[in-house]
C-alpha cells in the first residue's frame, strides 16, 4: 500500500505516453483474441487470459473484454494499447510455459490496464497452473479489478500522513507472535526511525521505550487483550539521546484466528506533559520559600507508610518551629519575618541529603521526612542544622534576632505505622521541646 502512490502518478504519465501507440519496442505485444474455450474454472464472471508462446496467442474470455473501454473492444487491439511495456513482458514472461517452472513463476502481483471510459484500472493478476491441449503448454491468469480498494488505501495512506500522529494497525497471534500490517511514515519525525524499520521488526516499538515505563505499556496492552477493552498509555522513548513524551490509543479487535488487532494512534504529549509537570511543581511548592508544600509533604509521608508497610522501611521525621516567631513579626513587621523564613528555608536546604525531604507545614513550622534513617540518625542531622542557626542565623539583614527553634523527632514503628500518627507524636515531643525552654530537640529514642 506504501508504493501505491508512486504506482498512481506513474500509471497517469504512462497512460499520456501510449495514447494512440500501438507498438511496444523491444516487445512482441500480441493482439487480443476471445477464447470461448476457456477451462470450466474460469466462469464468465472472471476476467481471464491465456498465452501461447508457439503461436504468439493471448487469448482472453468475455469477462477479460468487459473490462475494456468501447474502442478497446473491437477484434484485434493490440496489448500494447492496454498495459505498459513493464507489465506487459512481467505478465507475458510469467505466462510462458516453456520459461520457469509454474512452481517459481507461481505469485499474484498488480498490473495496470486502460479500461472503460478510459480510465486506468489496477488489476490483481494471479497466475494459475498450466494446462496441456493437443500438445500445447498453456498457463493462465486470473484478473481482479482491486482500483477502488487501491484508491481507499492511497486516500487512507494520505490521510494519516496528514494527521499530528502515528497511525498503526499492530496484531498479536495466540502465541505472543506480533506485527505491525500499517504504520505511518512520522514514525521518521517521532522517533528518528523508518517506519519500514518498525514493520520489519515490531519489537523496535518496545525498544525504545524507556525501561521505567515499559511495565506499565505492556500491562495497559495485556488488560486491553484480556478485556477487550480501549488501550491507552502515557511513556517516554529515548533515541539518539533525546527523550520525549508520547500518548498511544487505540481500539482493539478479536479475529477469527485467535488474534487481536489494535488500530489507533500514538500522538506526542511533549508539550502537554511539560505544562503537567510545571503545574505540579507549583501545586507542590511553598510561594514564600520555593520549598514543598504541607499538600506535598502529606502525599510523601503516606508513600512512606505504604513504604513501611510493604518493606518494613525505617524513616523518621523532624517536625521544626522557628522560637518566637510572632515575636519577631511584631517587632520588625512581616517582610522581615518572610526574610527571616526564606533564610531559615535555604539553611535547612543545603544541610539535608537528597533523599531527605523538606517543606513548610505552615506558618514558622517546617517538616524534614528522612527516608531510611533511624532516630538517632535523625537526631544528628537535627542536632547539626539547630548549630548552623544559630551560627549563621544570629542575625538578618543587619538585625540581631539570635534565630533558633525546637523539634521533636519520630519515626514509622509498628506502634507507628501511619503518618498521622508519626506526626502527631513528633508533634507531642515538639511542644516538649517547647515547654522545657525551646532551642532543643526531643525525640522518642
Keep these: ?77 493490440n496489448l500494447s494499447e492496454l498495459m505498459t511495456p513493464p507489465d506487459i513482458s512481467k505478465l507475458l514472461e510469467k505466462l510462458d510455459s516453456k520459461r520457469s517452472p509454474i512452481a517459481h513463476d507461481h505469485g499474484t502481483f498488480l498490473c495496470r490496464l486502460i479500461g472503460n471510459d478510459e480510465k486506468i484500472l489496477w488489476l490483481e493478476t494471479t497466475i494459475c497452473e498450466c ?12 484478473f481482479k479489478d482491486v482500483t477502488d480498494r487501491l484508491t481507499k488505501e492511497l486516500f487512507f495512506e494520505n490521510f494519516a500522513d496528514s494527521l499530528p500522529g502515528i497511525v498503526f494497525s499492530y496484531t498479536v497471534y495466540p502465541d505472543s507472535s506480533h506485527y505491525f500490517s500499517y504504520i505511518s511514515i512520522k514514525t521518521k519525525e517521532f522517533f528518528g526511525i523508518e517506519n ?107 508513600d512512606q507508610s505504604e513504604r513501611f508497610d510493604r518493606y518494613q522501611e525505617r524513616s523518621s521525621v523532624i517536625l521544626i518551629d522557628i522560637d518566637n516567631f510572632k515575636a ?45 534513617t533511624g532516630i538517632q540518625s535523625a537526631l544528628k542531622v537535627g542536632k547539626k542544622i539547630l548549630k548552623k542557626t544559630r551560627s549563621k542565623l544570629r542575625t538578618i539583614n543587619g ?14 514503628s509498628a506502634d507507628q505505622t501511619s503518618a498521622n500518627k508519626v506526626l502527631k507524636r513528633a508533634d507531642q515531643l515538639l511542644y516538649e521541646a517547647k515547654s522545657e525552654g525551646r532551642n532543643g530537640i526531643k525525640t522518642d529514642g
Aim: proline share 4%; aromatic share 10%.
Design 196 to 302: 519500514k524499520e518498525f514493520l520489519a521488526n515490531p519489537d523496535l516499538a518496545f525498544d525504545i521505550i524507556e525501561p521505567e515505563d515499559l511495565p506499565f505499556v505492556r500491562e495497559r496492552l495485556a488488560e486491553s487483550k484480556r478485556t477487550m477493552t480501549h488501550w491507552k498509555a502515557e511513556y517516554r522513548t529515548t533515541v539518539k539521546g533525546r527523550t520525549r513524551w508520547f500518548e498511544g490509543t487505540a481500539i482493539p479487535k478479536l479475529q477469527p484466528n485467535g488474534s487481536v488487532t489494535w488500530n489507533g494512534i500514538t500522538i506526542a504529549i511533549d508539550d502537554r506533559k511539560n505544562l503537567e509537570l510545571e503545574l505540579k511543581e507549583v501545586a507542590s511548592k511553598d510561594y514564600l520559600t520555593g520549598i514543598f508544600n504541607r499538600r506535598y509533604l502529606s502525599e510523601f509521608l503516606r
Design 131 to 142: 494446462s496441456a491441449n493437443e500438445g500445447n503448454s498453456y498457463r493462465y491468469a486470473t
Design 328 to 372: 519577631i513579626n511584631d517587632e520588625h513587621g512581616h517582610d522581615f519575618g518572610d526574610l527571616a523564613l526564606r533564610q531559615f528555608s535555604e539553611l535547612v536546604s543545603k544541610n539535608v541529603r537528597k533523599v531527605d525531604t523538606f517543606g513548610r507545614m505552615g506558618g514558622e513550622e517546617f517538616l524534614i521526612v528522612l527516608p531510611n
Design 1 to 77: 500500500m506504501c508504493n501505491f502512490s508512486r504506482h498512481i502518478r506513474t500509471s497517469r504519465s504512462w497512460r499520456n505516453r501510449v495514447a494512440g501507440r500501438s507498438l511496444v519496442p523491444g516487445i512482441s505485444a500480441p493482439k487480443l483474441e476471445i477464447d470461448r474455450q476457456f477451462p470450466t474454472e474460469f466462469t464468465d464472471n472472471v476476467a481471464s487470459m491465456r498465452w501461447d508462446a508457439t503461436t504468439e496467442k493471448v487469448l482472453v474470455n468475455e469477462a477479460f473484454k468487459g473490462l475494456l473501454g468501447p474502442s478497446h473492444r473491437r477484434t484485434g487491439v
Design 399 to 412: 538585625i540581631d534576632v539570635a534565630l533558633t527553634f525546637s523539634a521533636g523527632i519520630s519515626e514509622f
